[in-house]
């Protein structure tokens, strides 16, 4: 699974428009509390996911927008082949 979050905070008036949100809280607990909130209703179980995308920053509303997506397999698998040192570059 593909999990895509993006974690909205009101900007506070003391705060430049352009800035990041570098405060609390962090953000790979809000995605624990997300991946942990999901089990049991998107999927088994949070280890299922492979790929996370995550931001946070100021925005109004103050929102949480997630998108899951399923990871599908390549259509043909990936065959290893050795390389020769010749054709390394260096």
């Known amino acids: 699974m593909r999990l895509m979050a993006a974690f909205y905070f009101p900007r506070p008036k003391s705060v430049k428009p352009l800035a990041e949100k570098t405060t609390a809280p962090d ?3 809000l995605l624990r509390a997300i991946g942990d909130s999901l089990s049991g209703i998107c999927y088994s179980d949070d280890a299922s996911v492979t790929e996370i995308f995550a ?3 100021y925005g109004h509303p103050a ?8 990871c599908l397999p390549p259509e043909k698998a990936y065959e290893r082949q050795p390389v020769k040192d010749s ?3 260096f």
């Open 55 to 57: 931001t946070k920053c």
């Open 87 to 89: 054709l390394l570059p």
């Open 63 to 70: 929102r949480a927008e997630i998108t899951l997506t399923e």
């Open 27 to 29: 953000l790979d607990k």
